[in-house]
């Protein structure tokens, strides 16, 4: 079976410090990668997706970036951190296209972050 | 483009009432619908689903019908229950899309 996990859980970061997060997949080989931010009691914003190794397509403009070094493996950074980076990080897979008859995403337990 | 309307939240109920959530959608094509739950702190889990219209999506007691004529997809639950506190969200995928559209979540409280 397939499994998602994020690390790390929790993180408290100074303004204008990196980030990095990680998000891996056991269980399946070249899914699509999604990163999500949740921020306090708002609805999902999907961030950025790959459907491949180095392929990464951004759906808002910020200073975060994602990258894709292997094929299970899906990083989310920044070089300086912003206080209105806070919130909660998903990540998410889901089949690729040329093997899916569904959509849905399966998402890892998130990582929550504070931007003090 | 695409996209999905929920209800607005909080909605706080009593343990055994019955539970609706609203879920409209715009959207090109024929979109399979989708269900997820969050529970507090947690990621979230897809709770059911229906990929064409007049399916009924199922799980732990709640039950949704993709509805075309009125482009809906509403959450039901017969009898809820304290741990069925959460925040719902309806998504819709459409064609060929690679991304879910998600509506802004519905807080539920249920009050023992």
């Known amino acids: 079976s397939q499994t998602i996990h994020q690390w790390p859980a929790t993180l408290v970061q100074p303004v204008g410090s990196p980030l990095s997060l990680e998000c891996t997949v056991e269980g399946t080989s070249n899914p699509n990668l999604y990163w999500y931010r949740q921020a306090a009691g708002r609805g999902l914003q999907l961030l950025f997706y790959?459907?491949?190794?180095?392929?990464i397509s951004s759906e808002v403009p910020q200073n975060l970036s994602a990258s894709r070094p292997q094929d299970r493996q899906f990083i989310l950074s920044s070089k300086k951190l912003l206080l209105s980076d806070s919130g909660f990080y998903l990540c998410?897979?889901?089949?690729?296209?040329?093997?899916?008859?569904?959509?849905?995403?399966?998402f890892g337990p998130g990582t929550r972050l504070t931007v003090t | 483009g695409n996209s999905v309307t929920q209800m607005e939240g909080p909605v706080t109920l009593s343990e055994e009432a019955f539970l609706t959530i609203n879920c409209t959608y715009t959207?090109?094509?024929?979109?399979?619908l989708f269900w997820y739950v969050q529970y507090p702190g947690e990621g979230l889990q897809l709770l059911l689903k229906a990929t064409k219209a007049d399916d009924k999506g199922s799980n732990k007691g709640f039950e949704a019908t993709y509805r075309k004529e009125t482009t809906s997809f509403h959450l039901e639950k017969g009898s809820v229950q304290v741990s069925d506190s959460a925040v719902y969200f309806c998504a819709l995928a459409s064609g060929g899309a690679q991304k879910l559209v998600f509506g802004q979540g519905t807080r539920l409280t249920i009050n023992p």
């Open positions: 790959s459907v491949g190794i180095g392929q």
């Open positions: 998410a897979w889901s089949v690729p296209r040329k093997f899916r008859f569904s959509y849905e995403q399966y």
């Open positions: 959207a090109t094509g024929y979109p399979s």
